[in-house]
């Protein structure tokens, strides 16, 4: 990959993050939290070529080979804690413009930030939040597209589940575009949204989620139910099989067969 192309393409006009291009590292959101405790203070991209420790959600591992997109966006940016997880869906309707422009692919987006084609998964997205008493919290965002990968080089356990652009196109995609082309996606976002008002309009008609059976693992319970809307702050709203609805800010969700 090539840093100065990277850059070359990035065409924005609010965002100017640092940007960091590493071979083979352990993952880009742990090395973007040692960048801060180093002193970072601008907003950066952390890539890499590939991850030795790639990091999904749950304590999941994420596979990480040459070939795909592993990146972390740190961003400063004012943001009341319940609300920032609608920088993330930016995030993914950032991505979805790009694949299905760049690669003709139709996105579906799984609450709260996987990105599927024809309900297998192609990327997905880690955020985190980087509190230190000293200063606003930071939000980092981690991303994992399986770009020019081959679904059968995966791990045996992820033929069902996984799919990549490689496998789903036959063709490869320019990684330094697919970079450069998110970025100024998510620019524009902001630039027309900065109170992020508008974003759950624009995410709700992508989130397959909605209306399906689901079972839900919040962080304080398990639950089976039906997926209802997704709030304005983001959260998802289910309704229990006995006929409570409850509000999911933060978890993982299962579509059931048949919902
Ligand atoms: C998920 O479980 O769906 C989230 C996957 C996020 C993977 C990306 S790859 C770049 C960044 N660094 C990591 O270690 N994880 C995220």
């Not at 319940?82 to 950032?94: E, G, M, Q, T, Y």
């Not at 790009?98 to 024809?118: G, H, R, T």
């Not at 063709?171 to 992020?196: F, G, R």
């Not at 304080?220 to 039906?226: A, I, K, L, T």
Request: with cysteine; net charge negative.
């Amino acid at each position: 990959m090539n840093r100065d192309e990277i850059i070359r393409l990035i065409d924005t006009s609010d965002f100017h993050p640092t940007i960091y291009l590493e071979s083979d590292i352990d993952s880009t959101n742990s090395y973007a939290k040692r960048l801060l405790r180093n002193g970072l203070t601008s907003e950066a991209i952390i890539i890499a070529e590939r991850q030795n420790q790639g990091k999904g959600r749950a304590n999941r591992i994420w596979y990480s080979p040459l070939g795909g997109l592993y990146m972390t966006l740190v961003l400063r940016r004012e943001c009341q804690p319940h609300r920032c997880s609608l920088f993330s869906f930016v995030l993914a309707l950032s991505i979805s413009q790009v694949l299905e422009k760049q690669a003709s692919l139709q996105i579906d987006l799984k609450w709260p930030n996987d990105i599927l084609v024809s309900g297998k998964k192609i990327g997905g997205i880690l955020s985190e939040l980087e509190v230190n008493e000293s200063e606003a919290p930071v939000i980092l965002l981690g991303v994992g597209i399986n770009l020019n990968v081959k679904v059968s080089d995966f791990p045996s356990e992820l033929f069902k589940s996984a799919t990549s652009v490689l496998s789903e196109t036959g063709n490869s995609i320019h990684i330094e575009s697919v970079i450069a082309q998110i970025v100024n996606s998510m620019d524009s976002y902001l630039i027309q949204d900065p109170t992020l008002s508008s974003i759950v309009p624009q995410y709700r008609p992508r989130c397959i989620t909605i209306g399906k059976h689901v079972s839900v693992q919040s962080i304080s319970e398990s639950f089976v139910g039906q997926a209802m809307d997704i709030t304005i702050d983001g959260s998802l709203l289910v309704r229990h099989e006995s006929g409570m609805e409850k509000v999911i800010s933060a978890g993982e969700v299962i579509h059931l067969e048949g919902g």
